[in-house]
């Protein structure tokens, strides 16, 4: 979750990020491939930060108000910084833009996280973990930790061409057997079936990449049982939009609140004047998901597990929709 979102209004409301949200100081900036920089942050007064597992990320609250979801690349260390890769997306929504043109060593940010929901079991007798292009930023926080546990895997990358391939070296130290898949040397797209196909059984896959990738990913692990495929988009593959017509009732303020035909919920509170943070506006980050007290939510995101979804527990209102008349939100 590195590239930047060509998402619509993902800005915080007007009055900023959440004061309890900490500060964080812009400590180096790196070259990792082409178009891609390694982004280190810290702690004002050095002191140690709250930790994460692998798979987890970050956001990032910029100042003009973009919030950005970025992977967390290591995971070893003391605590005292977290370093994320970002992709230059030159017609992204800004996010990426600002951090590479305008960003400097020592500006602070207000930093959201660490939140994982794309966990790594740890119970698995073996991972293969699969990556296309920036997807090998939480990756490579995997195959680190699964390196320093000394737990079985497979690492697989694909990358458009050998300029854009990131962390190279600490890849290759990790899984000396890397398959490294460059698509423009070897004539096509990396074959996630034959890689599925060759794994022992038990094993678990994980896979960040884009969307192409992902959806042969989940053709390849269709057959496995729940919860032995792992997956993250960093950006949304195009689908219909939840429809409207119908009201939310906000439990915690007593609001009411009709969504209408061609809106969000997201953008219903913000309408009426609501605080409603929000980042990739996708239903790929997490940031908007909020609890459902009543009513039947009509999923979109690519996040909930189908059992979360069937609980109809929590829901992600930037891009989801009710299948009731009413829902009653935790809000």
């Known amino acids: 979750m590195s590239a930047d979102i060509p998402a619509g209004d993902t800005r915080v409301p007007p009055g900023g990020p ?10 180096a900036v790196s070259y990792a491939a082409e178009d891609i920089r390694l982004f280190e942050f810290r702690a004002i007064d050095d002191a140690r930060l709250p930790p994460f597992t692998p798979g987890a990320h970050i956001d990032v609250h910029l ?22 890769g970002v ?20 500006d602070r940010f207000a930093i959201g996280g660490p939140r994982n929901h794309f966990p790594l079991d740890e119970a698995a007798p073996y991972s293969v973990l699969i990556a296309g292009g920036i997807g090998v930023t939480p990756i490579r926080c995997m195959a680190e930790h699964l390196t320093v546990r000394g737990q079985h895997f497979s690492l697989h990358y694909a990358v458009a061409s050998r300029g854009s391939t990131a962390f190279l070296p600490d890849l290759r130290r ?7 898949h460059v698509d423009a040397e070897q004539g096509g797209v990396l074959d996630i079936a034959a890689i599925v196909a060759a794994a022992p059984e038990g094993a678990h896959y994980y896979c960040c990449g884009p969307v192409p990738m992902l ?24 689908t219909a939009p939840a429809a409207g017509g119908f009201t939310v009732v906000l439990a915690r303020s007593g609001r009411t609140l009709f969504v209408p035909e061609g809106a969000t919920i997201l953008q219903t509170l913000r309408d ?28 979109r995101d690519l996040l ?28």
């Open 304 to 331: 909930l597990t189908p059992a979360e979804k069937a609980s109809g527990k929590t829901m992600m209102i930037c891009c989801s929709g009710s299948r009731t008349d009413k829902l009653v939100l935790d809000l």
């Open 215 to 238: 959806a042969a990913f989940e053709a390849a692990t269709a057959h496995l049982p729940a919860g032995q495929a792992h997956l993250e988009y960093f950006k949304a593959p195009e």
């Open 174 to 180: 990790f899984a000396p057997e890397l398959d490294l």
């Open 18 to 27: 959440p004061e309890s949200l900490p500060e964080l100081r812009l400590h």
């Open 87 to 106: 992709k230059l997306e030159r017609d992204g929504g800004g996010g990426s833009r600002y951090l590479f043109d305008t960003a400097r060593v020592g």
């Open 272 to 299: 009426a004047g609501l605080t409603a943070t929000a980042s990739c506006e996708q239903g790929i980050c997490g940031t908007c998901e909020t609890g459902v007290l009543e009513g039947t939510p009509d999923h």
């Open 63 to 84: 100042p003009d108000g973009l919030i950005r979801p970025y992977s967390l690349a290591f995971c070893a260390g003391d605590g005292a910084a977290y370093r994320v």
